[in-house]
Nanobody, 121 residues
Framework: QVQMVESGGGVVQAGGSLRLSCVAS????????MGWYRQAPGKEREFVAM??????????EYAHSAKDRFTISRDNAGNAAYLEMNSLKPGGTAVYYC????????????WSQGTQVTVSS
């Protein structure tokens, strides 16, 4: 089955940057939406960013908290997704997950195990 292998987490000072990577293995994900989510301790999982194909072309979406600071990109050939995070804030401390969603009559999601991002003051 599909596995989403994630890397790039770590500890960074507030204002710093990190780049997360997520690579799918086990199966080629065709026409898949790639997204990033995060979950802080004691909080609900929240949407961060997503990129997808539509009839109007490739487009990206961002949560308000990520807008103008984070950049999502993807490598369809390599089944990879990336999240460039700049100007990190302590509130960004969370476990970050990537998700590959295969569209169809019943969409199927493939989640990574998650990587810890800690933003220190």
């Amino acid at each position: 089955q599909v596995q989403m292998v994630e890397s790039g987490g770590g500890v960074v000072q507030a204002g710093g940057s990190l780049r997360l990577s997520c690579v799918a293995s086990g199966r080629t994900l065709i026409n898949v939406d790639m997204g990033w989510y995060r979950q802080a301790p004691g909080k609900e999982r929240e949407f961060v960013a997503m990129t997808r194909w539509s009839l109007r072309g490739y487009n990206s979406e961002y949560a308000h908290s990520a807008k103008d600071r984070f950049t999502i990109s993807r490598d369809n050939a390599g089944n990879a997704a990336y999240l460039e995070m700049n100007s990190l804030k302590p509130g960004g401390t969370a476990v970050y997950y990537c998700d590959g969603r295969v569209a169809g009559p019943v969409p199927v999601d493939y989640w990574s195990q998650g990587t810890q991002v800690t933003v220190s003051s």
